[in-house]
DNA sequence: TTGTAAGCGTTATCAC
DNA sequence: GTGATAACGCTTACAA
């Protein structure tokens, strides 16, 4: 009458052997082969599956990773979301993921529920520092809270190096850099230091506008853009912006002040967003390895020996033109 | 030594009082004043969280939803399953997520997955007939494979219409509608109907090119343009697009072949996306309730009353122009 | 090898 | 109102 599924109890008795046999079965010991039939059998014929949870009330273990975003609208943010959920599902792991909206108490409340929920451990892209016990693994990406969590990151520095060597490669000599984003510190911070590190050493000019997301809008960038200006024509040549969504503002505010990209302008973006998920670029831009990031992720969440976890991963990042660079 | 997590029991212990109290305080049941707050502050001291799982045990309910979608890198999909997930959220309900690639084996097996994990329902956006237990409820986004699944869609018949109504207001006389998509039967095929029925009704030429995904590239619908310029001029006016993303290719087409738009041909696309998952459009379109959809699901699948769930419901769209008309 | 029984953390049914 | 106690579905010694 009341839910109709099938327990191990029902197996060994459609089976005729005693539970503990059936429950072997499924845990690949080894049992009688003609017990193991029967068993088989009488599972399949009864629709029976493993009770993941009743299992991991003895194991300790869900097979379900909790994956904390700050929302999933963004391609980025899909992205990751899309590939961890797979890297997940090859190891036979579920996916369960909560988004925050950056929010701190949401945050905090999520990995709350994680322990409710008993995850194998969590990997969060978040920006506020949690308290998280320390029996549960956790990874963090572009940023860590705490020494003994580990970090997967794009290697940002390198991309902002990258950025730089590029643009002036295609001969520009005046750059600037720009950039919006989390108040909080994290990884992606070093975008812009590389970058600088470059002009820096080449004693190239760099001018450097870096704003936090809801400090003001978008018009500093617009009036950065004007103070640079005279005669119709901009004292820059090669802008990089922290991101591709930022990188796509200007070239608006650009296109608003009658500059062409790339003939007046040339611009980098940083993430390697694709229109629809999988089209073209939308500018020329540092490309992150989101597959590579979450395959890294789910590697050092699950691994076996969590001794020697290195505390931050960089992996390595592209180039792509995209349009907003001459070449 | 091993997993800390406090129990019900440790609380109990702490407190001072039995086990069922405990149990009782963190369910809502009436239990003395003073009791309550023992029992509140020990599991306050001891972190002790409720775990979900072992009460699902008992309750046969887990208090987690399974999505089951394609993917999640594109951008629809996305915004899907963000607004699935805050939905749930909301309910206080936790969202499992499956991707499929639209692989009817790998779907297949998430619905299975979902049984080990007994989530109390799935949100699915499947391409195939799937075998669900009539015990799990289930609500289709798009499709419903069985009679008793209901299905939540957008209004895709009267976004056609509503289409069509606003290409000839815009002053076209000779439309055409074009299409890709999966080659399974879902509610999205009504956007090419209800825009025929428009202009068979008001006697409108209408050329239409229905493919499948996989059929053929691109060069189809190249084809299908080129078949219908004459002295570098289009003979039609008006193109209906089945989604946003195959108006964009469309939109690369006809530029190479140096037609403008809105100028020479309008176009308007079907989904309502936006450039970084927030951005203005990417051309004029019908834009698909998302959030409402997802609301819908949640309300649907959490229905007390599961009784008399409709079989299908379709949310209003909305026309949004994106540059793509003249307007 | 196979069966038995004691938990895992929780809820629910009872006597008290 | 409170506190034992028997499930829930499963794993795992341990005994047969």
């Not at 839910?3 to 109890?9: C, D, E, S």
């Not at 909790?66 to 943010?77: K, R, S, W, Y």
């Not at 994680?114 to 308290?131: E, S």
């Not at 989390?182 to 004693?203: L, M, N």
Request: proline letters at 5%; charged letters at 25%.
């Amino acid at each position: 009458m009341k839910n109709a599924m099938p327990t191990m109890k029902d197996v060994a008795q459609e089976a005729g052997v005693a539970l503990g046999t059936v429950s072997k079965v499924f845990n690949g010991i080894p049992v009688g082969e003609s017990y193991r039939i029967k068993v088989e059998e009488a599972a399949r014929k009864l629709g029976y599956q493993v009770n993941q949870y009743a299992r991991g009330l003895k194991t300790n273990k869900t097979n379900t990773v909790a994956v904390i975003l700050p929302g999933v609208n963004h391609p980025f943010f899909a992205a990751l979301a899309h590939h961890i959920c797979e890297a997940l599902a090859r190891r036979d792991y579920r996916m369960l993921l909560y988004v925050t909206a950056s929010n701190p108490e949401i945050e905090q409340n999520c990995v709350n529920m994680v322990r409710q929920n008993k995850a194998d451990g969590i990997i969060g892209l978040t920006y506020n520092p949690l308290v998280v016990g320390e029996d549960l693994p956790f990874v963090g990406i572009d940023r860590s809270f705490r020494a003994d969590i580990p970090c997967v990151a794009a290697d940002n520095y390198g991309g902002g190096r990258l950025a730089a060597e590029k643009l002036l490669e295609l001969g520009c000599t005046h750059l600037a850099f720009l950039r919006t984003g989390s108040s909080s510190p994290s990884e992606t911070d070093k975008r812009g230091d590389g970058f600088e590190s470059v002009c820096r050493t080449r004693q190239i000019p760099c001018e450097v506008l870096r704003r936090n997301d809801g400090e003001d809008g978008p018009e500093v960038f617009r009036e950065f853009l004007l103070a640079h200006m005279a005669e119709g024509k901009l004292d820059i040549d090669g802008i990089f912006c922290s991101t591709d969504l930022l990188a796509w503002r200007i070239q608006n505010i650009l296109a608003e002040l009658g500059l062409r990209v790339p003939e007046d302008v040339q611009i980098i973006g940083f993430d390697g967003i694709r229109r629809f998920g999988g089209e073209e670029l939308y500018c020329s831009t540092i490309i992150q390895p989101a597959e590579k990031m979450a395959e890294t992720c789910v590697d050092l969440l699950l691994a076996k020996d969590r001794s020697n976890i290195p505390a931050l991963v960089c992996l390595p990042v592209s180039y792509a033109p995209g349009g907003t660079t001459r070449e």
